[in-house]
T-cell receptor, first 118, second 114 residues
Framework: DTAVSQTPKYLVTQMGNDKSIKCEQN?????MYWYKQDSKKFLKIMFS???????INETVPNRFSPKSPDKAHLNLHINSLELGDSAVYFC?????????????????FGQGTRLTVV | AQTVTQSQPEMSVQEAETVTLSCTYD???????LFWYKQPPSRQMILVIR??????QNATENRFSVNFQKAAKSFSLKISDSQLGDAAMYFC???????????FGTGTSLTVIP
C-alpha cells in the first residue's frame, strides 16, 4: 500500500494551460504539504494544510491554488502555466509532533510529479 | 527562523570507504527532530535516519550513523562501507516538536566511485 501517492508522475504541457496534480495519503496524518524542487534540487515549501485548513502559504504566485477536500487529500491546481513552473512537485504528509519518543515524526513523501512546461 | 545549512554541495567516496556529510542548523528551541533523507535518481525521498534532540545517544541504522552535537547545532551523517546504491542527493532536515514545518538543507550530492 502506497502511503502517499500523487498523480500524475509526469506531466508535459504547453504554456498557458491549466493543470492539476492530485495527492492522497492513507497514513491518517493531519498535515499535508506541497514542495517544489527546482533544477538545483532545492526543496521549497509552497503550502501546508492541517486538517483541511491552510497553515503555511509561502510566497507563491496566485496561479497556484491548493485544495484540500478532506484531510487525506491535497490537490494542487496551476493556472496559466509558465516555463518557470517546470520542476518536480512533491506532496508530503506528517503527523503532529508533540512529545518525546514519538515514532514516525518525519515527513512522508509521494513519488513526485515532474512537470515540464513547453 | 530556523535554517539548515549543508556546506558540501558535492561529495565523493570510494566504494567500501566511509564518508561524512555535514549539516548545521540554527534554532532557539531545545526540543526538536532532525532527519537525513536520501533522494536517489528515482527522485523518491527516503528517510535514512532520525534523531530527537533530547537523546544524547547518536542514532544508527545499519551502515548509517549520525554525530549529533547539540551545543554546536551540528548533525552530520556518516556512511560506512559505502555502496554504489548510496549514490544520491542527501538532505538534512529539521522540525520543531510542536510545529508542522520541516526545514530542509540545500542537499549534498554523493557520488560513489567503484
Amino acid at each position: 500500500d502506497t502511503a502517499v501517492s500523487q498523480t500524475p508522475k509526469y506531466l508535459v504541457t504547453q504554456m498557458g494551460n491549466d493543470k492539476s496534480i492530485k495527492c492522497e495519503q492513507n497514513l491518517g496524518h493531519d498535515t499535508m504539504y506541497w514542495y517544489k524542487q527546482d533544477s538545483k534540487k532545492f526543496l521549497k515549501i509552497m503550502f501546508s494544510y492541517n486538517n483541511k485548513e491552510l497553515i503555511i502559504n509561502e510566497t507563491v504566485p496566485n496561479r497556484f491554488s491548493p485544495k484540500s477536500p478532506d484531510k487525506a487529500h491535497l490537490n494542487l491546481h496551476i493556472n496559466s502555466l509558465e516555463l518557470g513552473d517546470s520542476a518536480v512537485y512533491f506532496c508530503a504528509s506528517s503527523q503532529k509532533g508533540r512529545d518525546r519518543g514519538l515514532l514516525n515524526t518525519e515527513a512522508f513523501f509521494g513519488q513526485g510529479t515532474r512537470l515540464t512546461v513547453v | 527562523a530556523q535554517t539548515v545549512t549543508q556546506s558540501q554541495p558535492e561529495m565523493s567516496v570510494q566504494e567500501a570507504e566511509t564518508v561524512t556529510l555535514s549539516c548545521t542548523y540554527d534554532t532557539s528551541e531545545s526540543d526538536y527532530y532532525l532527519f537525513w533523507y536520501k533522494q536517489p535518481p528515482s527522485r523518491q525521498m527516503i528517510l535514512v535516519i532520525r534523531q530527537e534532540a533530547y537523546k544524547q545517544q547518536n542514532a544508527t541504522e545499519n551502515r548509517f550513523s549520525v554525530n549529533f552535537q547539540k551545543a554546536a547545532k551540528s548533525f552530520s551523517l556518516k556512511i560506512s562501507d559505502s555502496q554504489l546504491g548510496d549514490a544520491a542527493m542527501y538532505f538534512c532536515a529539521y522540525r520543531r516538536y510542536t510545529g508542522n514545518q520541516f526545514y530542509f538543507g540545500t542537499g549534498t550530492s554523493l557520488t560513489v566511485i567503484p
